[in-house]
């Protein structure tokens, strides 16, 4: 259901538990009654009574003053059955009246009879004990009554007698020894009672019976003491709630409904006054007393399940309330998407009760939705790191791009490692424009979080964050190359935290170019064009002549992507580091051959080398072939000449031929004379020696 059951509202849902309580509409079979007395139940019945019920009809003196105080009567809904109890006046004496009640326990009654028909003072008792087995916490009892004082000649009158509604539940056993058991012209017949009315309720006898004890475990759980004044005469609906004196479990229960003050002195009861019962029930609460959310004015109202916070987002720390219902219990769910808060109260009866529960709905601030991703890429690209002008070898990173619903991008370096040796974590920049030309581009600040593998020590990505005051400077631009490549240039300055800013090329080729300044000649190749350094000349080689010389052609401004150049620099050129992205093509222009990797010359060809001062391309013999560094080229043509050199009508610079007298002199691999051997390779008389 929707709406809130409130047990002082005339409710249309249903929350009592059918299968507690037995006929509680009356409208099942009525069974004859027979009375107990003496810790029995007489032969003879007496009347009839609801089944489940006990009413207290009495049997006398073996039939002899007999009473009852029970009838039926159509149910307040003009169909079924109630029940009509009358204190009604013992026939053999007309100033004794009868109670009339009925219970979920049994009925009894006592007295000390004369021959005359009246009863000896004192001596009359009477009442209920036991009840059902009962494990619930009902919170109020409903029923239906009408109410009628009557006056008669034949009766002591009482128009201001109360009617008793009495309930209770409990655990453990209570026992009374030596209780009066029935009417007798003698003495009773004495009983040991267990779990009488008066000694769970009060924990004291009535007017007779003697000790009382009960078990370590006997407790009063909850109980009803409800009196009905003045008359009705129809249909009233009452709720009466339960006063719990502990949370503990019942073992029993019991209900006691009288047409007479069912505690007060016997000598009072009314004659004829009646009671008239109908749809006697439990009622179990799944609602809410109380509801507030801290900083936000909520006004709680009973009779209202729905409130609308959507002012203020949702946070479950400042969120309270109060359950009504003794053994009711409530869940919370919330709706991230929609912030709607739903808490839904069941009572204890739900299990058999489906019915049994009330949801409250709060709407919060629906927070924004930010771009959604329709797809995911990984990437694998080569990765450089530069830290302290220094870079590092290549590495493989892998890269995952989002793309979202608005056209951008989240961008995720997974798993970086700073050198290949210092574990950072994951650097992810969320929701990038993508340019139309494929271009991308950030600056701000953002949190490097853990990585995703397991390494032998922490991800340092979180610490760095905090050093930064959780937030990490950063650049970044980048590019899409073809559907399967993207190039990534990332700056990231934590230098408070390692010492010195850090460079990553993403998916970018490296090539470095250098010209030993004695040789003043070398080599260079990129899968990318590189612009020509200030001072430094670069030139293809398409053909050699038959003296030895080399024809040069001059590159102007940009040496072409996979193009092999020879480099002149007069004062030479120091290490010059460059990124670019890769083209493809075959590295071979001319006579030359670059390579990208370190390789091994092949055989019969020529490599640049100054040797014996002489700075020319010398051809490689079979088993003494040196490598050809990265980026850097070789020479091949069909010649008998052992070397060529460069001609100075082609270049202006120097006029060199053909030379293989060698005397000697020793070079390392980069083209450098050396005074003696040194560790490593060495190149002597133009074959590679190992030392």
Request: include cysteine; charge should be negative.
């Amino acid at each position: 259901m929707k709406k809130i059951l409130f047990i002082f509202m005339l409710a249309a849902a249903q929350t009592v538990c059918a299968q507690q309580l037995e006929n509680t509409t009356f409208d099942g079979t009525w069974v004859e009654c027979h009375p107990w007395e003496k810790g029995a139940k007489v032969s003879k019945a007496y009347g009839t009574q609801p089944n489940g019920w006990c009413v207290a009809n009495v049997a006398g003196m073996g039939g002899l003053g007999a009473t009852t105080v029970a009838a039926e009567e159509t149910g307040r809904s003009g169909s079924g059955k109630s029940v009509v109890l009358t204190n009604t006046p013992n026939p053999l004496s007309g100033s004794q009246i009868v109670p009339g009640y009925m219970t979920l326990g049994t009925t009894w009654a006592t007295a000390k009879a004369t021959l005359a028909g009246s009863v000896t003072a004192g001596t009359a008792d009477g009442g209920v004990f036991g009840g059902i087995p009962f494990a619930y916490h009902p919170d109020a009892l409903r029923l239906y009554y009408k109410r009628a004082h009557k006056v008669q000649s034949t009766s002591a009158a009482n128009e201001t007698e109360k009617a008793s509604v009495i309930a209770y539940s409990w655990k453990g056993t209570w026992t009374q020894k030596d209780v009066p058991s029935n009417t007798a012209l003698g003495n009773p017949t004495k009983v040991d009672m267990t779990d009488r009315d008066r000694n769970v309720l009060f924990n004291a006898s009535g007017t007779v019976g003697g000790a009382i004890s009960s078990t370590s475990d006997a407790e009063l759980i909850a109980s009803i003491e409800y009196y009905i004044e003045g008359n009705a005469s129809g249909w009233t609906e009452l709720v009466i709630p339960f006063t719990y004196k502990t949370s503990s479990t019942p073992e029993k229960f019991n209900i006691i409904i009288a047409a007479d003050d069912y505690f007060a002195d016997r000598s009072n009861i009314g004659g004829y006054n009646q009671l008239t019962v109908d749809d006697v029930e439990l009622l179990y609460w799944h609602a809410l007393s109380a509801l507030s959310f801290e900083g936000a004015t909520l006004s709680f109202d009973e009779n209202t399940t729905s409130y609308d916070l959507s002012s203020v987002e949702y946070d479950e720390a400042k969120l309270s309330y109060t359950i009504k219902g003794q053994a009711a219990t409530a869940t919370q769910t919330y709706d991230e998407e929609t912030a709607v808060l739903t808490i839904r109260v069941e009572g204890e009866d739900i299990s058999s009760n489906p019915s049994s529960y009330t949801e409250y709905t709060v709407q919060f601030k629906v927070p924004e939705v930010g771009p959604q991703v329709v797809s995911s890429k990984t990437y694998s690209e080569d990765l450089y790191v530069t830290m302290a002008g220094t870079t590092t070898d290549k590495q493989v990173a892998d890269v995952v791009v989002e793309t979202l619903d608005n056209g951008n991008i989240n961008f995720v370096l997974k798993n970086f490692v700073l050198g290949g040796v210092m574990p950072i974590g994951n650097i992810a920049v969320n929701d990038i424009a993508v340019a139309g030309d494929n271009t991308f581009v950030f600056n701000g600040g953002i949190e490097l979080t853990e990585g995703d593998a397991t390494v032998s020590e922490s991800w340092l990505g979180p610490s760095i964050t905090e050093a930064c005051e959780g937030s990490v400077p950063l650049d970044l631009s980048g590019k899409f190359i073809g559907e399967n490549h993207i190039i990534v240039y990332i700056s990231i300055d934590i230098a408070d935290f390692v010492g010195y800013p850090v460079e990553v090329h993403l998916g970018y080729a490296r090539a470095t170019m250098a010209v030993n300044a004695e040789a003043k000649y070398g080599t260079f190749c990129a899968p990318y064009a590189v612009e020509v350094p200030a001072d430094v000349q670069a030139y293809t080689v398409p053909s050699v002549a038959t003296n030895g010389k080399l024809t040069l052609t001059e590159v102007a401004n940009t040496i072409p992507a996979n193009t092999p150049v020879v480099l002149y620099a007069e004062a030479g050129l120091e290490a010059v580091e460059t990124f670019g992205v890769a083209e493809d093509g075959t590295p071979v222009a001319g006579l030359l051959t670059g390579v990208f990797e370190e390789t091994t010359a092949p055989a019969g060809s020529y490599v640049l080398q100054n040797l014996n001062e002489r700075v020319g391309f010398y051809q490689v013999a079979a088993g003494s072939q040196p490598t050809v560094g990265a980026n850097r080229c070789y020479l091949t043509a069909s010649s008998s000449i052992k070397a060529f050199f460069f001609d100075e009508d082609a270049t202006g610079i120097a006029n060199m031929k053909g030379h293989n007298d060698q005397n000697g002199i020793i070079y390392n691999l980069a083209g450098q004379r050396l005074n003696k051997v040194q560790k490593g390779i060495n190149i002597i008389n133009g074959k590679k020696i190992l030392k």
